[in-house]
């Protein structure tokens, strides 16, 4: 239930985690597992919190990323850290967490084995929920990387990347096809920069200058509070 005494950021993250919530319950009427991909960074924490205290059968939800920073999970970038500190908690630490990193040192070291790790996950996604950051990035998927044109055109499920503008520059990411391979698509967003780059990215076409664009041929649903 949205409590209208809270924050506009709040009440958004309580909205989505509803619909979320709705999604997982649908799916899971008729499948035994259901698979949600949330994204890390800063947006989410409130729908994080909101989803953690929802009562659904968690035990038989797989929970991984869009993304990952290579970054051991108590550094306070990992996206990792981030879920166990304000997700996979309350009735949501039922749920099945499957990370994106690995023992290895490197994210192109560790590709092949969370390649064949989310291969097993139940695909389509329930639910992909994507955030953007304020130069177009979506996921993994850096204007400025490298491996952008890979990311948006491979047909493997998830790449190493490096996103030179970034803090953390080593990177996993699912590719754009991968993202797409999912029944709803959710783009959450807060604050005046972010209203201001949607607005952006949405007026135009070019995939590789705001990678968010490439979910443009998607029905998506935009929560975005101010
Ligand atoms: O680096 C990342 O950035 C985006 C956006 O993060 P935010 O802090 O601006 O909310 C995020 O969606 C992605 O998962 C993350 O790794």
């Given at each position: 239930m949205i409590d209208m005494q809270q924050t506009p950021k709040v009440r958004i993250g309580q909205a989505l985690a509803e619909a979320v919530a709705d999604a997982l319950r649908t799916d899971l009427a008729q499948q035994e597992r259901a698979l949600l991909i949330v994204s890390g960074g800063s947006t989410p924490v409130p729908f994080f919190e909101a989803l953690s205290q929802v009562d659904l059968p968690w035990e038989r939800v797989d929970v991984t990323l869009a993304d990952e920073r290579w970054v051991p999970e108590t550094d306070s970038d990992s996206n990792t850290g981030l879920l166990k500190r304000?997700?996979?908690?309350?009735?949501?630490?039922k749920a099945n967490f499957v990370p994106l990193t690995t023992q290895h040192a490197t994210a192109a070291e560790g590709v092949a084995e969370l390649t064949a790790v989310s291969q097993k996950l139940s695909w389509p996604a329930s639910v992909v929920i994507l955030g953007m950051g304020d130069?177009?990035?979506?996921?993994?998927?850096?204007?400025?990387?490298?491996?952008l044109e890979e990311g948006l055109t491979t047909d493997a499920p998830l790449l190493a990347v490096t996103a030179p503008?970034?803090?953390?520059?080593s990177r996993i990411t699912f590719s754009r096809k991968q993202l797409k391979n999912a029944r709803r698509h959710f783009i959450h967003l807060s604050g005046a920069a972010k209203r201001e780059m949607f607005t952006k990215a949405f007026g135009g076409d070019d995939i590789r200058e705001y990678p968010i664009r490439s979910f443009m041929d998607t029905p998506v649903a935009l929560y975005w509070a101010p």
């Open positions: 304000h997700f996979l908690q309350n009735k949501a630490a130069d177009g990035h979506t996921a993994s998927l850096f204007p400025d990387s490298p491996q503008s970034m803090k953390t520059k």
